[in-house]
């Protein structure tokens, strides 16, 4: 979204929040958001009432952007500054909303987020690279993935593509396999580092390649430092925060997930679309 029609949408109330509802509902028709029938009719307070369950709701009913009682205006300046990569304390200010208020619009943000991700059965396809790490979940200033406290992480890159990563219980390979088996098209080659576990690839009916990570980065075709390069690209903004918990820090890799792989584009209308889906389980 440019400048102008930014400026344009937080002019009014009236206008930001008809922004959001042209996002929530197609071509402006209403459902009832508890049992999804279309007959509905319209009471007082801008509400309206579901003629098949009698359930009343109003536009922003069971959807991210109702988690928080903030306006539309607000939400529109939060949205952007997300998008520019601010620090809460600086949306905090610069909006005029309190610092706790911030926290849990940006936590809101990245639970759509994480939401979106696993809603999300499309494959993996081409050439792909599986790579296993330790995470730090509490960031030391000098390395953001240092710590004594490890956390499991998998992750897994199309070449020249997307990027998916996951916190996992542990590196078991009913556990590592987990994420693969659900995303990757059969058939395709995989490209793993010297991890004994992965040679379980064949038997999943993936063709499957290796080199040995910490000897060389490629042989040959052979190589997975795309996936590296979206560690890089995520140290160098997990690092602004300095130290992130543990029950956290999925939140945190999901949002750099997100961020890279949308990252030749705009992703300011694209957490509109996600603050405006139904909740899946109603906070």
Not at 35 to 44: N, P
Not at 154 to 159: K, V
Request: aromatic share 14%.
């Amino acid at each position: 979204m440019n400048l102008e029609n930014f400026e344009t949408l937080i002019n009014k109330e009236k206008t930001a929040r008809a922004f959001f509802v042209k996002s929530c509902w197609k071509n402006y028709r209403r459902f009832c958001v508890k049992c999804g029938g279309y007959k509905t009719y319209r009471i007082a307070g801008k509400r309206y009432r579901c003629k098949r369950c009698q359930y009343t709701f109003h536009d922003f009913s069971g959807r991210w952007l109702n988690a928080l009682r903030i306006t539309s205006k607000q939400w529109l300046w939060i949205i952007k500054l997300f998008e520019l990569e601010l620090s809460a304390s600086k949306i905090s200010k610069q909006i005029g909303l309190s610092y706790p208020t911030t926290l849990k619009a940006l936590h809101i943000i990245r639970l759509a987020i994480l939401s979106h991700s696993q809603e999300k059965n499309d494959f993996l396809d081409g050439d792909l690279k599986l790579h296993e790490m330790y995470d730090g979940s509490k960031h030391e200033e000098d390395d953001p993935l240092k710590s004594f406290d490890k956390v499991p992480i998998f992750s897994i890159r199309e070449r020249e593509g997307i990027v998916k990563v996951e916190v996992v219980k542990n590196m078991e390979i009913e556990t590592l396999f987990r994420l693969p088996v659900k995303t990757v098209r059969r058939g395709i080659i995989v490209y793993t580092d010297k991890f004994e576990d992965y040679d379980s690839l064949m038997f999943c009916g993936y063709r499957h390649l290796k080199t040995d990570h910490k000897k060389r980065f490629a042989s040959g075709k052979v190589y997975i430092n795309g996936v590296e390069g979206f560690w890089s690209y995520a140290k160098e903004r997990l690092i602004k925060y300095h130290g992130i918990s543990i029950e956290k820090f999925p939140l945190y890799l999901k949002e750099m997930e997100f961020r890279y792989n949308n990252r030749h584009q705009s992703i300011y209308s694209i957490l509109v679309k996600y603050l405006t889906n139904l909740v899946p389980n109603p906070l």
